[in-house]
Nanobody, 115 residues
């Protein structure tokens, strides 16, 4: 079973930037498409960005042009660069694979955008 550890969250003012990291244990990471998900207060968890094993990316409309997902297979790590942050981006951010059968969720990392 792969273990996921997210980090890099924090508090930031609107318009600010953060970079999230997700480290995955195990050597199978590189074979999987990965995604960053978020769950805002009172909301369901949603996919915000995805990246295939070969680096193709896709984004939710709400973050397109502001967020960038990337991965380093040698480090078994996936990143989410977040720019021009908005209060509605406030959420706990998680990473996981893109399959129906998800790995166990990590603890996530809290992102709070407010003035």
């Amino acid at each position: 079973q792969v273990q996921l550890v997210e980090s890099g969250g924090g508090w930031v003012q609107p318009g600010g930037s953060l970079t999230l990291s997700c480290a995955a244990s195990g050597s199978i990471f590189s074979a999987y498409a990965m995604g960053w998900y978020r769950q805002g207060p009172g909301k369901q968890r949603e996919l915000v960005a995805g990246i295939t094993s070969t680096g193709s990316t896709n984004y939710a409309d709400s973050v397109k042009g502001r967020f960038t997902i990337s991965r380093d297979n040698a480090k078994s790590t996936v990143y989410l660069q977040m720019n021009s942050l908005k209060p509605e981006d406030t959420a706990v951010y998680y990473c996981n694979n893109r399959l129906i059968n998800k790995w166990d969720w990590g603890q996530g990392t809290q992102v709070t955008v407010s003035s």
